[in-house]
């Protein structure tokens, strides 16, 4: 009876999200470097000017349930597309880059959190987005860090900026750079931040250097990446709780490891190792990682309904400072460590 109760408050805002996420997912077909999520955001955002708050009340119940709930399962279904020995195998050559870049990311977000007084879970979400892999990583922290929607709608649109920039600049660096094929793989796959303007740069590099393939390289590095989401995302609720004991004063001893470890996480990790044990084919993965694509595109449609665009358009100037530094930082790293360890 609960569940036909909760159905009865969501359903009109879960169709709501659904009707908007159609055409923003065409569109981010049709235009990849921008992406659906991206194309949700504004579609969300445009509605909520236009719909009169009584009629988007009986709305809201199932537009959070979207934004909060379905958010999470599109990160579970996100681990159906990574194969861990895959990543293992091609990927590992690829660490020392990816957890320089994670760091340097996750350090330059934190001392402009405190410099520039951005507060801190806007600050979170730009530093995991811009140093793991966009939209997913924000996906994926969000709830963990109990973040607002307006403050998920900021990030995005910071990490879509520099998505875009970096899509449509890289290959012509990477060429007056002189990197290889194997250098350009690995720069895209650790210095961009969303699959989709990886593969986009990758492919407009692949285009200008006949027979380079770099864009299977830099897909599974961007996979190797992703796996940071593990670690960060429980380091993050670790943290969360234990702000909330001191806030509270709550015994430490009282540690608990189920509150501490956000459940989708867990699933997260089940669905990569069942996708690993059992070395499931593309035909089986390939139509779930669409799903959980779509289910992001549904999210983030609802997190632009609910976001207020005049005070996004107020606070975004510090965000915005904070992705270009984080994004620089990054490219630069990639770089700088392609040259310590002899591929460049």
């Known amino acids: 009876m609960e569940l036909v109760k909760d159905f009865g408050k969501t359903w009109r805002g879960v169709l709501f999200a659904l009707v908007i996420a159609v055409p923003a997912w065409l569109l981010g077909k049709q235009f990849e470097v921008v992406g659906g999520p991206v194309f949700a955001i504004l579609l969300g ?63 330059v977000s934190y001392v402009l959190c405190r410099a520039l007084n951005i507060p801190g879970k806007i600050s979170t979400l730009v530093g995991v987005g811009s140093s793991i892999c966009g939209g997913s990583a924000i996906a994926a922290t969000a709830p963990v860090i109990e973040a607002e929607d307006e403050e998920v709608a900021q990030a995005i649109s910071v990490i879509f900026l520099f998505n875009v920039i970096a899509a449509l600049v890289f290959p012509t ?21 969303d699959t989709s303007s990886v593969t986009a740069a990758a492919a407009a590099w692949d285009g200008m250097h006949p027979g ?31 702000s909330r004991r001191r806030a509270g004063g709550e015994a430490r001893s009282a540690f608990s490891l189920r509150r501490a470890f956000p459940t989708f996480i867990v699933f997260f990790v089940l669905a990569s190792v069942v996708t690993t044990v059992f070395s ?43 992705g270009l530094v984080c994004w620089v930082a990054i490219a630069c790293v990639s770089l700088g460590m392609q040259r310590v360890l002899g591929i460049w």
């Open 280 to 322: 499931l084919p593309a035909a089986v993965t390939a139509p779930i990682k669409e799903l959980s694509k779509f289910f992001i595109v549904m999210a983030m449609a609802a997190i632009g309904f609910n976001t207020n665009v005049v005070k996004l358009v107020r606070t975004g100037g510090k965000p915005i400072l904070m």
């Open 173 to 193: 660096l990477g060429g007056m750079l002189g990197l290889t094929n194997e250098g350009f793989g690995l720069f895209a796959g650790t210095a961009v931040n």
């Open 45 to 107: 955002m445009v509605l909520a000017l236009l719909v009169p708050a009584e009629k988007g009340e009986p709305l809201q119940a199932g537009v959070k349930f979207t934004s909060k709930k379905v958010l999470q399962y599109a990160v579970i279904l996100l681990g159906f597309g990574l194969n861990l020995a895959q990543i293992a195998q091609v990927g590992m050559t690829s660490l020392p880059i990816i957890v320089s870049t994670i760091a340097t990311s996750l350090v």
């Open 212 to 242: 380079a393939n770099t864009l299977d390289d830099a897909t599974i590095v961007k996979l190797t990446r992703t796996l940071a989401i593990i670690p960060i995302t429980l380091g993050l609720a670790f943290w969360q709780l234990r």
